[in-house]
C-alpha cells in the first residue's frame, strides 16, 4: 500500500481535460515538493512536472501541476491518445526519509 | 543530450548479489546532481531504490538499506547498484535516474533492466 493515494485509473474523450489526484500527509506532501512522472508502455516513466507546478524543458503546457495542504493534482489539457499512460506522483517523506511514489493511475483516452 | 544506460545480469539466484552499472553520457557525473535507481516490479508500481551525490553522499530507502550499495566511479562516469542477499521479491526493471534532488524527481532516466531472481 502506498504512502501517496492515486485513483486506480482516470478516462477522459480526446480533446477534453482531465485531472489526477494524490493524497498524502504533512510529513511528505505537506512540506515538500511534488513531481509527476508519465509512463508510457514499455518505457522509462518521464518527468513531466516537478517542484508541484513546474514543466521540465519540452513539456508541453497542456500539462500543469498544483498543490494544496497534503494533496496536488497534475491536469492535462487537450488530450490525445498519445497521452494514454500510467501517471505517477512522488515526493520526499520527512518521516519515512524516503522518496516516496503513489500507487499509479492509469489514463484511458476514449 | 544526457544518456544513461543500465547494464548487468538480467537473472540473479536467490540468496545472490543483483550488480547493476549506468553508463551516463553527454554529462559528467562529478558536476551535479543526484544519480539513483528506481525499480518496478512486473506490473506494479514504482520503488526508489536510492541515490549517490556527485560528492559521494549517499540516501537510501530505509526498507531496503541493509541491503544496498550505490557507488559512483567518476573516471569511467558510471554509478553502480548492490543488492545484497536477492529473494524473488527484487524481480523487477532496474532504472538508472539523474535526479534533481536527494529524492526521486529525476529528469533523465535510462530505458531500464529486467533482473529476474531465480534459481
Known amino acids: 500500500q502506498s504512502v501517496l493515494t492515486q485513483p486506480p485509473s482516470v478516462s477522459a474523450a480526446p480533446g477534453q481535460k482531465v485531472t489526477i489526484s494524490c493524497s498524502g500527509s504533512?510529513?511528505?506532501?505537506?512540506?515538500?515538493?511534488v513531481s509527476w512522472f508519465q509512463q508510457l508502455p514499455g518505457t522509462a516513466p518521464k518527468l513531466l512536472i516537478y517542484e508541484n507546478n513546474k514543466r521540465p524543458s519540452g513539456i508541453p503546457d497542456r500539462f500543469s501541476g498544483s498543490k494544496s495542504g497534503t494533496s496536488a493534482t497534475l491536469g492535462i489539457t487537450g488530450l490525445q491518445t498519445g497521452d494514454e499512460a500510467d501517471y505517477y506522483c512522488?515526493?520526499?517523506?520527512?518521516?519515512?526519509?524516503?522518496?516516496?511514489f503513489g500507487g499509479g493511475t492509469k489514463l484511458t483516452v476514449l | 543530450q544526457v544518456q544513461l544506460q543500465e547494464s548487468g545480469p538480467g537473472l540473479v539466484k536467490p540468496s545472490e548479489t543483483l550488480s547493476l552499472t549506468c553508463t551516463v553520457s553527454g554529462y559528467s557525473i562529478s558536476n551535479f546532481y543526484y544519480w539513483g535507481w528506481i525499480r518496478q516490479p512486473p506490473g506494479k508500481g514504482l520503488e526508489w531504490i536510492g541515490n549517490?551525490?556527485?560528492?559521494?553522499?549517499?540516501s537510501y530507502n530505509p526498507s531496503l538499506k541493509s541491503r544496498v550499495t550505490i557507488s559512483l566511479d567518476t573516471s569511467k562516469n558510471q554509478f553502480s547498484l548492490k543488492l545484497t542477499s536477492v529473494t524473488a521479491a527484487d524481480t523487477a526493471v532496474y532504472y538508472c535516474?539523474?535526479?534533481?534532488?536527494?529524492?526521486?524527481?529525476?529528469?533523465?532516466w535510462g530505458q531500464g533492466t529486467l533482473v529476474t531472481v531465480s534459481s
Open positions: 512522488g515526493t520526499w517523506d520527512s518521516s519515512l526519509s524516503c522518496w516516496v
Open positions: 504533512s510529513s511528505n506532501i505537506g512540506n515538500n515538493f
Open positions: 549517490i551525490y556527485h560528492g559521494g553522499r549517499t
Open positions: 535516474a539523474r535526479g534533481r534532488s536527494v529524492g526521486g524527481d529525476c529528469d533523465f
